[in-house]
């Protein structure tokens, strides 16, 4: 497995879990692996993406385990989707608010219960000094960690077959058979769609004041940002 900008920061965000957090809406779920990480402690989790293959290998990836139940996928674009006011304790939005008119939050903010909290780990155009500094920062502890989940997958690889997987005779039904494998859509080659995002960090700043005023922003290395929204506080 790649590394994955977006998993490496699931920790953080889950730091901004509320407490007794029961509902989450995760918006731009992807296959669904902070949908399960949500579902795993106890919440009830509506996961939604608008594109079909990714919400199809979610659900795939998602129906063997036992927190199962907890997560419903659902493909639809968060434009189209309905949210009743006061619905989720949490709202999730991992590298997806781009795909989207950044006003979108509002409905977001709306959605949350009295003392939810929204989070969006978002990607930013880089417009200044600052942001193409730390960019090239970035590509060598990015190539590092690529160098580490690699070197781990393979001792991994080894610890479960010491011996090596075993060289299977070639036949024309098996060379059929493994040409039909690697062409079939399969759940764990399922990637979400890929867009430039348009706004720069000053932009969503300022959009954050206007919408969603009382939230904090910090840049973070890997080519995102952290917002965090608590609804609560917002009153304060």
């Known amino acids: 497995m790649p590394f994955n900008h977006n ?4 920790r953080l965000l889950l730091r901004e ?3 007794a957090c029961r509902t989450a809406l995760d918006v731009g779920c992807g296959t669904g692996e902070f949908a399960r990480t949500l579902a795993r402690r106890g919440i009830d989790v ?17 129906s063997t385990l036992d927190s199962s139940a907890r997560v419903s996928f659902e493909q639809v674009d968060i434009g189209h989707l309905r949210l009743p006011p006061g619905s989720y304790d949490y709202i999730a939005c991992l590298a997806s608010i781009h795909h989207v008119p950044f006003e979108t939050v509002r409905k ?9 909290v929204l989070v969006i780990l978002g990607c ?5 000094v600052r942001d193409h500094a730390t960019g090239l920062l970035a590509v060598p502890v990015n190539a590092a960690w690529r160098a580490v989940i690699y070197a781990r997958e393979k001792w991994q690889g080894r610890r479960a077959d010491p011996a090596g997987p075993a060289r299977p005779r070639f036949s024309a039904s098996s060379a059929s058979s493994a040409s039909s494998a690697s062409s079939a859509p399969a759940a764990d080659r399922a990637t979400a769609p890929v867009m430039a995002p348009l706004m720069s960090l000053a932009e969503v700043r300022a ?17 995102r940002y952290l917002l965090v929204f608590r ?3 917002e009153r304060g």
């Open 7 to 10: 998993n490496h920061y699931h």
């Open 17 to 19: 879990l509320p407490p």
């Open 46 to 62: 509506h996961a939604i993406d608008a594109d079909r293959d990714v919400i199809t290998a979610a659900r795939e990836q998602t």
């Open 108 to 116: 977001l903010r709306a959605a949350l219960t009295e003392d939810g």
């Open 124 to 128: 930013y155009r880089a417009t200044t």
């Open 207 to 223: 959009g954050s004041a206007e919408f969603l005023p009382g939230s904090h922003i910090r840049r973070l290395l890997f080519w």
């Open 231 to 233: 609804k609560g506080q």
